[in-house]
């Protein structure tokens, strides 16, 4: 062929070699800043992901504690690993995975550095919980009781010298403060970022199927065990009042939430519903209220069973 306007090239070939001259237009990436053109894209409902993501919930993280207590202790002493230690290992590793899985399926491109930092810091602070919960787990075969506070327990109050109580005092620190604050609010942050882009002009499409009906009381359950457990209720619900205030802005513009917003945002409402009854249910009880002085009475759901179900075993097993 007749030699192009470049060396080495053939007309044929010029305008690719002259494309390599001009500035090509920069591609977005899948996490970047959010297009025009996919701002109303519509995803169908992710069941594979959200039945992943409550089933590994409901095991890993809720099962967790039950797994170590039911299980034989011969089979993991105390100076090592418990089973629930390793479903929180699973638990670290499958659920920002998951959460990642979420993010690359929204049809709206997200800020991929918020992303990225928020699962780092998921990562972080779930495994700084996973040493100080299996710590404190641990030491209900020894006596400890989760309704009292640490200087309270008859295991540490009596140690010598109390600078033990304080080492004690700082794990539940790592295990109740700061591991949840490190976990907790980049997973909420994850959530509420994948909520932005669950809107859709099509009324149509604002609708559930029903797998999604079936695993929203699964998914709301898990959610207030999560809150009232964890103690983040202040975080959960400037989370939801996020939800409400986006919701309400997006339908002035004429978008409505997709299938899976809608899946989300029910969890969440449902959770206040179930978080009020929890509440509600255990409003006059005078030790609980002494653990969990102050406005915002959240009791949690280990504080309940230290208190009242081994209490009801011990009666049951004396006669």
Same mark, same amino acid.
């Given at each position: @062929?007749?030699?192009?306007p470049?060396?080495?090239?053939?007309?044929?070939?010029? @305008?690719?070699?002259?494309?390599l001259?001009?500035?090509?237009?920069?591609?977005?990436?899948?996490?970047?800043?959010?297009?025009?053109?996919?701002?109303?894209?519509?995803s169908? %409902?992710?069941? #594979?992901?959200?039945?992943?993501?409550?089933?590994?919930?409901?095991?890993?993280?809720?099962?967790?504690?039950?797994?170590?207590?039911?299980?034989?202790?011969?089979?993991?002493?105390?100076?090592?690993?418990s089973a @629930?230690?390793?479903?929180?290992?699973?638990?670290?590793?499958?659920?920002?995975?998951?959460?990642?899985?979420?993010?690359e399926?929204?049809?709206?491109?997200?800020?991929?550095?918020?992303v990225?930092?928020?699962?780092?810091?998921?990562? /972080?602070?779930?495994?700084?919980?996973?040493?100080?919960?299996?710590?404190?787990?641990?030491?209900?075969?020894?006596?400890?009781?989760? =309704?009292?506070?640490?200087?309270?327990?008859p295991?540490?109050?009596?140690?010598?010298?109390?600078?033990?109580i304080?080492?004690?005092? +700082?794990?539940?620190?790592?295990?109740?403060?700061?591991?949840?604050?490190?976990?907790?609010?980049?997973?909420f942050?994850?959530?509420?970022?994948?909520?932005? @882009?669950?809107?859709?002009? *099509?009324?149509?499409?604002?609708?559930?199927?029903?797998?999604a009906?079936?695993?929203?009381?699964?998914?709301?359950?898990?959610?207030?065990?999560?809150?009232t457990?964890?103690?983040? %209720?202040? +975080?959960?619900?400037?989370?939801?009042?996020a /939800?409400?205030?986006?919701? /309400?802005?997006?339908?002035?513009?004429?978008?409505?939430l #997709?299938?899976?917003?809608?899946?989300?945002?029910?969890?969440?409402?449902?959770?206040?519903?179930?978080?009020? *009854?929890?509440?509600?249910?255990?409003?006059?009880?005078?030790?609980?209220?002494?653990?969990?002085?102050?406005?915002?009475?959240?009791?949690?759901?280990? *504080?309940?069973?230290?208190?009242h179900?081994?209490?009801? =075993?011990?009666?049951?097993?004396? %006669?």
């Amino acid at each position: @062929g007749q030699p192009g306007p470049f060396p080495g090239t053939t007309p044929g070939a010029a @305008g690719s070699g002259a494309s390599l001259g001009a500035p090509c237009p920069s591609v977005p990436s899948r996490h970047g800043a959010g297009k025009a053109e996919d701002t109303f894209k519509t995803s169908p %409902f992710h069941l #594979d992901l959200w039945f992943y993501f409550t089933l590994q919930n409901w095991v890993l993280d809720f099962g967790r504690p039950i797994a170590m207590i039911i299980l034989p202790l011969e089979w993991f002493p105390l100076n090592k690993p418990s089973a @629930g230690d390793y479903f929180h290992m699973a638990y670290n590793v499958i659920t920002p995975f998951l959460l990642l899985k979420l993010i690359e399926r929204s049809p709206k491109t997200l800020p991929r550095s918020m992303v990225y930092v928020s699962i780092i810091t998921f990562v /972080m602070g779930a495994s700084i919980h996973l040493v100080g919960d299996s710590v404190n787990h641990r030491l209900i075969f020894s006596g400890y009781q989760h =309704h009292l506070s640490v200087r309270e327990n008859p295991i540490i109050r009596n140690l010598k010298p109390e600078t033990l109580i304080d080492s004690f005092e +700082l794990l539940y620190y790592y295990d109740e403060y700061l591991g949840h604050s490190m976990w907790y609010i980049p997973f909420f942050l994850i959530l509420f970022i994948y909520f932005t @882009g669950c809107f859709t002009p *099509a009324a149509g499409q604002s609708r559930m199927p029903l797998a999604a009906l079936l695993l929203v009381g699964p998914s709301s359950l898990y959610y207030w065990y999560l809150v009232t457990e964890g103690q983040i %209720f202040i +975080l959960y619900i400037f989370t939801f009042f996020a /939800m409400m205030a986006l919701v /309400m802005h997006q339908r002035r513009k004429g978008l409505v939430l #997709d299938s899976n917003g809608l899946f989300l945002f029910l969890s969440f409402t449902i959770t206040l519903l179930l978080i009020a *009854a929890w509440v509600g249910w255990l409003w006059n009880d005078k030790i609980l209220r002494k653990k969990y002085p102050g406005v915002i009475y959240i009791p949690e759901p280990w *504080a309940f069973y230290t208190l009242h179900m081994n209490n009801l =075993h011990a009666a049951k097993g004396s %006669f």
